[in-house]
């Protein structure tokens, strides 16, 4: 592929921001009072209003065509068909098959995967009936009350996020624990609240190496065994989510206790399948397969919808607008609901890991922005935090609003003000204050003439500032399900116009190769030579106070 600048649409769109000067928004909305119907979209219970980007019709056929010239759609249909896009790692790449709720058979190696999938769907269901049922007990034969999973990364991140979503729809005898953090205060404060006669533990990872998880994974079955007083008692406490089986075997979970993935599921798009068993276990087989279906719902709308119309390429669309003609550095992730808390983090490692890259897909280094800063925390918090940046800072930061129409916790009129507040800080983003509406204010507030014009600069509010508003019909399973992937499929489209392969993450390598050497430096107490003399100090000075334990 080309690079996306060489492209004659990138060459156009170019030309046409300059055209556009210092987009004013807000005019448009006066201009136009069907802006907000024509730049927006509703698909399957969730409306995307993009009305309030700065953007116009020609705007969005310019990035249409952008992607038509990066081949979205041929790539697409490459990802579906299973061909071996990820190709640093000679892998396909097929999350989707694992919400395929029709069956399709897709190929991989003259092999259709789907036999499998639906093996592994169909031995979580099979679980999940158990623990939830008091089918499975513990070693003392006690119920199950509480699941902790143990992972990191993509093995932690996505079930996290899901089941603090899902809460409301899960089954109120059951906790779920996340330890992720190789700090020991993760482990110890989440042992401490639990009774390990109905404790459950999930060891979740890919690769069944990641040297945080395996170290958690063998401090709770010491904390187990000695507080059961069996080692028999791990067979009824531990089971395990990966690929590796001899490695799961090696740490002593029978392989019958063991739920697959594959090598062609990348750890940040797993929660579809064995990695999202916490979440199967607290919402149960029937909650889960909807969730199943909601993504299944988004993917075959991303497949089949003209690109002009197909929610997730207008949101890739819009962040490479933002990203690559307008500079913004950072995109914020807002959902106006406590349930998507871990969303925004989510995401981080999602668009990231997937995008984070600054070589193409010809290994050549490439000459624009790919993936930007993301970050973000629910509202109303974020009002009283970092919105003053927003607001008023000299960065434009590009927002994703998300909201649910209805509560699972109705509660008098918590929600009204919720998304009243939502709504507000879309419009005061858009909508500004200029220097005359602030001095009229501060005259009302009655200042006399120099105090106004002393404070006006700092009161006024800029405007023209943009967001993405995104309403869910309600927070549920199918509704989370089409919500993930919507925002994989965003990332997908990102990554090929970038010209990236999204599906590896070498980056992440390096510090995992050092960690082992400084370990073992820290443990005789110096720094090897080949430190650079930051680290050799930092070494020296942590060894001096431990006597090179602990
Ligand atoms: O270090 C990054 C990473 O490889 C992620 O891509 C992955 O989600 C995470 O670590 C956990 O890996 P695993 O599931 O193999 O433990």
Redesign the pocket.
Known sequence: MPSPTLTTAWQSLLTHRDEMGLPDIKAWFHADPERASRHSMAVAGMLLDYSKQPVTGKTMSLLVNLAKAMNVPLWTQRMFAGDKINFTEQRAVLHVALRNRVNRPIVVDGVDVMPNVNRVLQQIAVFSDAVRGGGWRGHTGDLITDIVNI?????DLGPAMACAALKPFGDPRLRTHFVSNIDSTHLAETLALLNPASTLFIV???????QE?LTNAHSARRWLVEKLGSDGAVAKHFVAVSTNTKAVAAFGIDTANMFEFWDWVG??YSIWGAVGLSLALLIGKERFGEFLDGAYEMDQHFCTAPLAQNLPVTLALLGIWQRNFFGAETAAILPYSQALARFPAYLQ?LEM?SNGKRIDREGKPVDYATAPIIWGEPGTNGQHAFFQLIHQGTSVVPADFIFALSSEYPQSDHQNKLMANCLAQTEALLRGKDAGEVQQELLKMGFNAEQVNHLTPHRVFPGNRPSNSILLDRLDPKTLGKLIAAYEHKVFVQGIIWNLNSFD?WG?ELG?QLAPQILADLAAGLGADEHDSSTHRLIGAIARRHGGKQ
């Open positions: 992972g990191i990364g993509g093995s979740c990872s890919k690769t069944f190496t990641t998880t750890g940040r490692q890991e993450q992440v995992k």
